[in-house]
């Protein structure tokens, strides 16, 4: 069935004033922010984390707040052929935030619009910019108010709005599931220039469809974020396995155990079984003090070993035995090799920050600013020990040059009204290569390297999703999306019918003539 949505009006006004300058422009939109023009050669929109694709916007829109954002959207839709890019913070891998020719929204020039604490039915909430970074809602809720969020990702130099277009995860989502099931709330500008406040009960398939909607329904400007009370300090742990199945089995079964009965935080990664100061033995210990002892690692070790990484929250006032006992007692219920356990206790926001302290050593020796050709699955765990044999102990049994992410999650914590695809299985794992290429090692070779994976998986019938998905083709993302593509579809058709935003996406285009959006392309 082809669903012809809607026509495209021709407005030769708007087209002329493409051909003005900036300043033009922007008086003409009556913008409260500013533009800049795409061809200023440093023009960050053009360029991403991934260092893989270079796209040139026409403008770069540095909105006040969701006025601005709706006035470049309805300009864009009285003109033939504009698209309009949300940029969070361009820590995308596949130029999902640019725009060929089109108009980039930087997000986050809107951070200060936002950050207002609210009680709601005694639950502490933050209502916060899309455009805030974590970092930043770190800094205003725990810092200031002893709150945090209750599920974040990893690394906190995202914006809100980036990671709830995708999902959000990270060590706490087995527990509270995806930043995406933690958000009561939402203000939307949609595709056709609306701004509207979204939630459960309100314009529900907005909001739904905004959650994992990969930016293709509407722009997120503020997001009410649960909050819980923060604790003090993190007792941050790491175990090594040397067999796949011990590994899964102790991960699983504290991921399902209740709270006080399993660890705040639960991930887990491969490394190479070997003496590499970069990604092997030597990448695990967590206090400096204390190295790793190879000694211990029994001799039917593979090519790869798995480290758990835990973590334990507790108050400054909690008795040091009370977190000895208790932390004791649930490691006491794991199988890792004797004698590779490592530990420190950390503030919490010192918890938070890890990955900053990796950015900060990464820009010191030059590969941060290198590609990052990174994959990122979802693996159910009816496939997993496949994976492990296939991929890891075989394809990548070398590393990536960077860390190897697995850990368990419960898909019965995630929202299936929102617009993220997920495996079928109830305990799937997420599989992240953050891969790092060295000076003069080529970047194709990880490309290729990442596409003979998602080949594998696909030919094998493995049941498995990218995550943070990058395809070419409208085929391939309709197997992504599976039996939601038919929902995806017509919320595109509701929310955007012109094929505006998230061009970057690569999955609907706005045609110049008309906008033809088809469920069976
Ligand atoms: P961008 O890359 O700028 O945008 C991503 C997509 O969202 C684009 O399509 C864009 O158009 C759209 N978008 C951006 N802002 C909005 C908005 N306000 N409303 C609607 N659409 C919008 N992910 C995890 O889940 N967990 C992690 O632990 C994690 N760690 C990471 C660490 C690093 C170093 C990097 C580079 C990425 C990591 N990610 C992680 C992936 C991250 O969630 C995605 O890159 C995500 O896109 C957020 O990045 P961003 O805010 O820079 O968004």
Excluded at 68 to 80: E, G, L, P, Q
Excluded at 296 to 313: C, D, K, R, W
Aim: a negative charge.
């Amino acid at each position: 069935m082809i669903a012809c949505l809607g026509r495209i009006v021709h407005d030769n006004d708007a087209e002329s004033k493409l051909d003005d300058d900036v300043s033009t422009i922007s008086k003409s939109l009556e913008l409260q922010g500013s533009i800049e023009s795409g061809d200023v050669v440093s023009c960050s929109a053009s360029k991403d984390f991934g260092g893989l694709y270079s796209i040139k916007p026409l403008f770069l829109i540095k909105p006040s707040g969701a006025e601005d954002i709706s006035r470049v959207v309805k300009f864009a839709a009285r003109t033939s052929n504009l698209t309009v890019a949300a940029r969070g913070n361009g820590h995308s891998i596949n130029g999902q935030a640019m725009s060929d020719g089109g108009l980039v929204i930087d997000m986050r020039s809107t951070e200060e619009s936002h950050f207002e604490f609210l009680t709601i039915n005694d639950s502490p909430h933050i209502d916060v910019s899309g455009g805030a970074l974590w970092e930043d809602v770190l800094t205003q809720c725990v810092s200031r108010f002893g709150l945090a969020p209750r599920s974040w990702t990893d690394y906190l130099s995202l914006t809100v709005g980036g990671t709830l277009s995708n999902a959000g995860v990270s060590g706490q989502a087995f527990r509270y599931g995806p930043q995406t099931s933690n958000v009561t709330e939402l203000e939307v500008v949609t595709g056709k220039g609306e701004i509207t406040v979204c939630s459960e009960t309100l314009n529900s398939e907005l909001f739904f469809g905004v959650l994992g909607g990969l930016g293709q329904f509407g722009i997120i400007t503020r997001a009410r974020v649960k909050l819980q009370p923060a604790p003090d300090m993190v007792r941050w742990i790491r175990v090594v396995y040397s067999e796949f199945d011990e590994f899964t089995r102790d991960a699983e079964f504290l991921v399902t155990q209740e709270e006080g009965e399993s660890f705040d935080y639960v991930e887990g990664f491969v490394f190479p079984n070997r003496d590499d100061v970069f990604d092997g033995w030597p990448s695990v210990p967590l206090d400096p003090v204390h190295e790793f002892s190879p000694g211990h690692i029994p001799q039917t070790a593979g090519s790869v070993l798995y480290s758990l990484e835990l973590a334990f929250h507790y108050r400054n006032s909690d008795p040091p035995s009370t977190v000895d006992t208790v932390v004791s007692r649930i490691l006491g219920r794991l199988g890792f090799v004797e004698g590779l356990k490592s530990q420190v206790d950390v503030s919490y926001t010192e918890f938070l920050q890890r990955v900053k302290r990796a950015e900060e050593e990464a820009r010191a020796n030059g590969c941060w600013d290198r590609p990052h050709p990174w994959l990122n699955l979802f693996v159910s765990k009816s496939d997993i020990v496949k994976f492990d044999r296939t991929v890891f102990k075989t394809m990548l049994k070398d590393g990536v040059g960077g860390p190897m992410l697995i850990y368990p999650l419960l898909r019965s914590r995630w929202d299936n009204r929102s617009s993220v695809a997920l495996p079928d299985g109830e305990i799937f794992y997420i599989v992240a290569l953050l891969r790092f290429v060295p000076k003069g090692q080529s970047v194709e070779n990880s490309v290729a390297q990442n596409q003979e994976i998602v080949k594998w998986c696909t030919r094998e019938g493995l049941d498995f999703k990218l995550y943070l998905p990058h395809y070419q083709s409208i085929q391939d993302w309709k197997r992504h999306f599976g039996n939601q593509w038919s929902r995806f579809v017509d919320r595109k058709a509701c929310f955007d019918p012109m094929a505006i935003l998230a061009p970057g996406q690569n999955i609907f285009r706005r045609d110049p003539s008309s906008v033809i959006i088809s469920r069976d392309l």
